[in-house]
Nanobody, 124 residues
Framework: QWQLLESGGGLVQTGGSLRLSCTAS????????IGWFRQAPGKEREGVAC????????????TYADSVKDRFAISRDNAKSTVYLQMNALKPEDTATYYC?????????????WGQGTQVTVSS
């Protein structure tokens, strides 16, 4: 069974850092773009960051929501079937449940293999 498992969430003070992990079980992540999303109570789910699969030249493409640019960094380690989201300078408005999902490309809207999510709470 193909599954994604998010981990690394927790409670942190404003200005703190967390690193989230998205690990695949039952399949490899190599061919997939991976997106991180978040949903706060009473709000719609929003895209946070996305990382493409390696292209033929060995290059990656990353995209970020404006609200997290220069604070969050997405990376991948295909050997570990894991994608990371390094979150720095956290703000209370970053509080949400964070999810990862696979796609054929970051420009696509059809993400799948959603994980169960990991809670991030930033205290003021």
């Amino acid at each position: 069974q193909w599954q994604l498992l998010e981990s690394g969430g927790g409670l942190v003070q404003t200005g703190g850092s967390l690193r989230l992990s998205c690990t695949a079980s039952g399949f490899g992540l190599d061919i997939f773009a991976i997106g991180w999303f978040r949903q706060a109570p009473g709000k719609e789910r929003e895209g946070v960051a996305c990382i493409s699969a390696y292209d033929s030249r060995g290059a990656l493409t990353t995209t970020y929501a404006d609200s997290v640019k220069d604070r969050f960094a997405i990376s991948r380690d295909n050997a570990k079937s894991t994608v990371y989201l390094q979150m720095n300078a956290l703000k209370p408005e970053d509080t949400a449940t964070y999810y990862c999902a696979t796609s054929g490309g970051c420009h696509r809207v059809d993400f799948s293999h959603w994980g169960q999510g990991t809670q991030v709470t930033v205290s003021s």
